[in-house]
């Protein structure tokens, strides 16, 4: 079983979770995970501007990611993070549609590229 508990799953449209409460709620219900941009051990902080909202499976993947690029960083072939996410251009919704995580060679060539898929 993984870090986020798998509760039957609740159908929603994400496009209408347009408010930090809505997400909120669904997180509550199991529906959303909260995750960091940049993970603690990155230098990253919690608060509002390094989170987002998205799906626990979308959750889990994008920890393994970093995981990944971790391991890169540990062989000497990543040197930088970096985190990029895309919204719905059709509205207001606080759900990310997908988030690229990327680790760089200290001349900035990408070496990891993945994304992520919310929604």
């Not at 059709?90 to 200290?106: D, E, H, L, W, Y």
């Amino acid at each position: 079983m993984g870090l986020f508990s798998r509760k039957k799953k609740v159908k929603v449209d994400f496009a209408a979770v347009d408010s930090p409460d809505k997400a909120g709620a669904l997180v509550a219900r199991g529906a959303l995970a909260r995750v960091f941009l940049v993970p603690p051990q990155r230098g990253g902080f919690e608060g509002p501007m390094n989170s987002v909202y998205v799906t626990p499976e979308a959750a889990e993947e994008k920890m393994r990611c970093d995981a990944e690029v971790d391991e890169l960083e540990r062989r000497g072939q990543v040197s930088k993070y970096a985190c990029d996410l895309e919204y719905d251009e059709n509205g207001p919704s606080r759900v990310a549609r997908s988030i690229t995580v990327q680790g760089k060679s200290q001349d900035d060539a990408v070496v990891y590229s993945r994304t992520v898929s919310v929604w």
